[in-house]
């Protein structure tokens, strides 16, 4: 097995906590993010004529498992990256940076993830002739279809998203975007999401955050200055596309088999419930109109974990509701039904007013709701109920991108960090349907927390004329 000066052998697999830029994007980076004479002034002194390739950058490979891309993806080092970028800077006095995750998620890529495949060594590229005799040298991927059938449904449709994304990063831009709109309207005038997550619409995290406080009438507020501020009033009515019903998911697995669910927590807010009545500070009163299920798997009730985080299936929190236990297979049937009117609203026994309109109430529309919500998707799919195929279902949003556009922070925080600065003690989490409340909180509180910066900035303002 061939090794290097350094002792790294071809195939060895690379730290977790490494981070990568796929090469492809690498080199196209003048092209697609630098304009006029800077793109030309760049392209001329670090890229063009194998400049690039002459810098003796050390390669790693990753099999994409993609059926449209068989071709071993080729990375280099995120920190090698910014190394370079920082030299052109440098030289040329100019301000070159990674990419904004937000617009092109592909471009550094983390591998962190447990039971994920992971970038291996390749060798060193020290002009452009060496890259295909390298290429040559990756190993057979004999292992593909094994790792298939050892991931877990989440972790595979994860890793093949962020696989997509770096594969697309590599694209000359008009390839890339060919048929997008970044969560504008095209010219059949149907809504074109900037991207979905395990096929849901979602956006960037700016435009999740702007448009959801839409959803909640908060621009209402916002353009009123007599109603900006924590005690702002209640939102006018909204349009009857505004008039959504948020649910938020989350899906508890075994940690020692992430294919069995022990839990799901399912949380409702109806924006038809908070029309004319005042949010409250943080918008504490239109919390206090959620709506709460946490359903424990009968076949899994002997399973707690304890290992790599601490289970609390038992401690679903009082004022969320009571914990209903149900067999696995009849879980797709019931979650449906929280995606269906009444909207897991009480339905007294024996009022069949109610039960009957639910079968010729009009479709409302849905915002799906979540904290890094991709596996929580996944594991409902794998549990036999697939929210992608609600045709009624608008986007997800994700608290995760609520709060990063906040902060304009990189890394994710964890829901009960965000609570906590919130002004909220999470309790008990890790139990779905406290997590699934939580979450929901976390939304209405991010957002309310954008309006008073908001206007902050505005009072600033005000008082600097």
Excluded at 133 to 142: D, G, R
Excluded at 303 to 329: M, P, Q, V, Y
Aim: charge should be negative; charged fraction near 25%; hydrophobic fraction near 35%.
């Amino acid at each position: 097995m061939a090794t290097n000066q350094n002792g790294n052998f071809i195939g060895e697999q690379a730290p977790r906590d490494l981070q990568f830029c796929p090469f492809s994007a690498v080199a196209k980076f003048p092209y697609k993010f630098l304009k006029g004479a800077d793109s030309e002034t760049v392209s001329k002194a670090y890229f063009a004529e194998g400049k690039l390739q002459a810098r003796g950058w050390t390669l790693y490979y990753i099999h994409t498992l993609l059926v449209s891309s068989s071709k071993p993806l080729i990375l280099v080092l995120a920190a090698d990256v910014e190394a370079f970028f920082l030299e052109i800077n440098k030289t040329l006095n100019l301000r070159l940076r990674l990419p904004n995750p937000s617009f092109e998620p592909g471009f550094v890529l983390s591998f962190r993830e447990p039971g994920s495949p992971c970038p291996r060594y390749l060798g060193k590229l020290l002009s452009k002739d060496d890259l295909p005799a390298l290429e040559n040298k990756i190993p057979s991927p004999e292992f593909l279809h094994e790792a298939e059938e050892l991931l877990d449904p989440s972790t595979l449709s994860a890793f093949k998203d962020k696989i997509q994304h770096a594969v697309d990063a590599g694209k000359n831009k008009s390839k890339a975007s060919k048929g997008k709109n970044k969560g504008g309207r095209s010219n059949d005038g149907m809504r074109h999401p900037a991207s979905t997550v395990a096929g849901v619409a979602k956006d960037s995290w700016s435009a999740q955050l702007e448009k959801t406080c839409r959803y909640l009438g908060l621009d209402n507020i916002a353009n009123d200055p007599g109603l900006q501020g924590t005690n702002g009033k209640a939102p006018a009515s909204n349009s009857s596309h505004d008039n959504v019903i948020f649910i938020s998911i989350d899906v508890e697995a075994y940690e020692r088999s992430r294919r069995t669910i022990t839990e799901i927590g399912i949380s409702t807010l109806d924006t038809a419930d908070l029309l004319g009545l005042t949010p409250g500070k943080g918008g504490a009163e239109w919390i206090k109109r959620m709506r709460s299920r946490h359903f424990r798997i009968k076949e899994s009730s002997h399973l707690e974990n304890h290992e790599f985080i601490t289970g609390c299936a038992d401690r679903f929190e009082e004022r969320f509701g009571t914990s209903e236990w149900i067999s696995i297979k009849d879980a797709p049937q019931i979650v449906a039904s929280c995606f269906k009117y009444p909207f897991s609203a009480l339905v007294h026994q024996g009022n069949s007013t109610n039960i009957n309109q639910g079968e010729t109430a009009a479709k409302r529309n849905i915002v799906l709701v979540g904290h890094d919500i991709r596996a929580d998707i996944d594991y409902l799919r794998s549990a036999g109920y697939n929210v992608a195929n609600l045709d009624n279902l608008l986007e997800a949003v994700d608290t995760a991108d609520l709060d990063r556009a906040i902060s304009h922070e990189q890394q994710t925080r964890t829901l009960g960090s965000i609570i906590s600065e919130l002004g909220s003690v999470p309790w008990n989490l890790h139990n779905a349907g406290n997590d699934a409340a939580y979450t929901l909180e976390a939304l209405i509180g991010l957002c309310f927390k954008t309006l008073e910066k908001e206007a902050a900035g505005k009072d600033v303002g005000e008082k600097s004329d």
